[in-house]
């Protein structure tokens, strides 16, 4: 049985039970009295779920055990780190655990939509908290009946796929987008930049692969770049890791004229340090709206271009699905109108190579006959 008492005006309720000792305090009597009655009952049926650690560790604390056991090593850690930081930030860091509704992680959605934030800036900083929730209850002693906020709300609708590629009108000097943007990252303080860039546009890998790149993974003669772990390694049917990436003739000079880093790297510059160059080139070259992953759509669209099959695009650029691969691919108008008049043109040359070679032929000449042969 449950014991009640009154102290300082609020009501406490105490439920000893099975080895178990579990109190909270109440404004009321009759709340006190209905908590204690779930508590017995969750016992006899064997349903009770302690959840004291969970009302006793704040988000801000759960998010700081979350860093410090699952990030390390894990893809994509200096932004995961960022965006944990955001949300120690945000006041329901300062809640606990437990006190953390889909109510109110359906308010914290709408108002960063209000604020402006991208829909997939919001679905990525809900993948976090939904994972923290997840490994906690799976993997915290202590938070086995822990609920998930995330599942009970709508994520946001993924948004439009960016489709930015380099502008081809050239300006008032006669520059296009591309000429201007290379130009800016040579002048830039850091020598890397523009190198990286090039293998950006040439190989269509992602800056995390580019600065993962080591010599002894460049294989200039083979003309042949390993990546020994990638992205999408997790998710491949054959379980293989990495992915071979073919340099063109302009990726292999690229990476012939750069300095050899006596710690193996290609490109030995942080993430940080690179996109505040990158940045810095971009304003420079008037690139209003252009990012470093931008890069990626343009080099997978030009292999495209080239009369790439779908299956060999694929293998270089490492997308999973021909979904995705859709997504990163984005043709321009007039290189496929382009195309449809050199094809028409190509159909017809033939045949009318064909009549005027037939119309040019002179008739076979009948031998002459002596007059005895007559």
């Not at 004291?52 to 699952?70: P, Q």
């Not at 900083?125 to 998930?148: C, M, P, Q, Y």
């Not at 460049?218 to 999408?232: E, I």
Request: with cysteine; charged share 35%; net charge positive.
């Amino acid at each position: 049985m449950a014991t009640f008492r009154k102290r300082s005006g609020n009501w406490q309720a105490i439920v000893q039970r099975d080895g178990r000792y579990l109190s909270r305090t109440f404004d009321t009597k009759a709340d006190a009295e209905e908590w204690a009655g779930e508590i017995e009952r969750d016992i006899r049926r064997g349903q009770f779920l302690d959840r004291r650690a969970s009302e006793k560790t704040t988000l801000s604390e759960a998010l700081d055990i979350y860093a410090d056991t699952i990030l390390p090593g894990k893809k994509g850690e200096y932004r995961e780190r960022r965006r944990i930081e955001a949300w120690k930030r945000d006041p329901l860091a300062k809640r606990s655990l437990a006190s953390i509704r889909g109510a109110d992680v359906a308010s914290w959605r709408d108002t960063r939509a209000v604020e402006g934030a991208a829909a997939n800036t919001i679905r990525r900083d809900l993948t976090i908290l939904s994972h923290l929730f997840t490994v906690a209850r799976k993997e915290w002693k202590g938070f086995e009946g822990l609920a998930n906020p995330v599942e009970a709300i709508r994520q946001p609708s993924p948004g439009k796929a960016r489709d930015r590629r380099l502008d081809r009108r050239p300006d008032e000097n006669g520059k296009d987008e591309e000429a201007r943007l290379m130009e800016a990252c040579r002048a830039s303080n850091n020598p890397y930049l523009a190198p990286m860039v090039t293998l950006a546009l040439e190989t269509a890998m992602r800056q995390g692969e580019l600065l993962a790149l080591r010599w002894e993974h460049a294989d200039l003669v083979s003309r042949v770049a390993h990546l020994p772990k990638t992205k999408n390694d997790h998710t491949r049917r054959d379980r293989t890791e990495g992915r071979d990436v073919p340099l063109s003739s302009v990726a292999v000079k690229t990476l012939k004229d750069l300095p050899r880093s006596i710690d193996g790297r290609v490109f030995p510059v942080s993430l940080c340090r690179l996109n505040i160059h990158w940045r810095k080139a971009v304003a420079t070259a008037s690139a209003t709206g252009l990012r470093f992953h931008d890069l990626r759509h343009e080099a997978t669209s030009r292999l495209v271009e080239r009369g790439l099959g779908i299956e060999e695009v694929r293998s270089i650029t490492g997308h999973r699905t021909l979904a995705m691969l859709t997504r990163y691919t984005h043709l321009r108008a007039e290189d496929i109108a382009r195309k449809l008049a050199a094809r028409a043109i190509s159909k017809e040359k033939p045949w009318s190579q064909k009549v005027h070679y037939l119309t040019r032929i002179p008739p076979i000449p009948r031998p002459r006959l002596d007059v005895d042969e007559r």
